[in-house]
């Protein structure tokens, strides 16, 4: 009997606390994130790591699908050149977001470019592919921080890889 009263309590108990801590994104809404990453690219002859920064803005289509444009630029340094390398790049793309708890995954899929500077690179602007994710963390209705991983093929036997954090602004900020 005392099994039955605690199905019929442990409802109203656990929905309050799943309520209060659902993500709720709508359509049209917005989110603008500020990023730093540890960085690193790989190129035929070169390979260099470094640091980057950037900004992403996301715009909701529905409440789990999103726009995205990306952009950053950072500085690396390459193992076989005396110089640093600089690296620009801009991406735009959809992100799936799984918003249902306080904790929210997320998938970006992209394509754009990087424009790399450096001793002997050859050539300095690459198309790109770009898949990555993350997991965000919702401290109020208007803002997050996360974590979050990109790796970018330039369709032939380059890459360019980031791993970093991020704080995020959404669209009850604006």
């Not at 656990?14 to 709720?24: F, Q």
């Not at 715009?59 to 076989?80: F, K, P, Q």
């Not at 997320?106 to 993350?134: F, N, R, T």
Request: aromatic content about 10%; cysteine-free.
């Amino acid at each position: 009997m005392h099994s039955k009263t605690l199905l019929a309590v442990l409802p109203i108990l656990v929905l309050p606390l799943i309520r209060d801590r659902a993500a709720h994104a709508d359509e049209g809404e917005r989110v603008v994130s500020l990023n730093t990453a540890a960085a690193g690219f790989s190129i035929p002859d070169h390979r260099a790591f470094g640091g980057v920064v950037g900004a992403d803005y996301e715009y909701g289509l529905t409440d789990l699908i999103w726009l995205r444009a990306s952009g950053g630029g950072g500085v690396l340094y390459d193992t076989t050149a005396e110089a640093p390398a600089y690296a620009g790049y801009g991406e735009v793309g959809i992100t799936y977001f799984l918003d249902v708890l306080k904790y929210v995954p997320h998938v970006d899929l992209g394509v754009g470019g990087i424009v790399m500077h450096g001793d002997e690179i050859e050539q300095p602007v690459q198309p790109l592919v770009a898949i990555g994710g993350g997991l965000d963390l919702l401290e109020s209705r208007s803002r997050s921080m996360g974590v979050f991983v990109r790796f970018e093929s330039f369709l032939s036997r380059s890459a360019f890889f980031q791993l970093g954090v991020r704080t995020s602004w959404r669209s009850g900020f604006f």
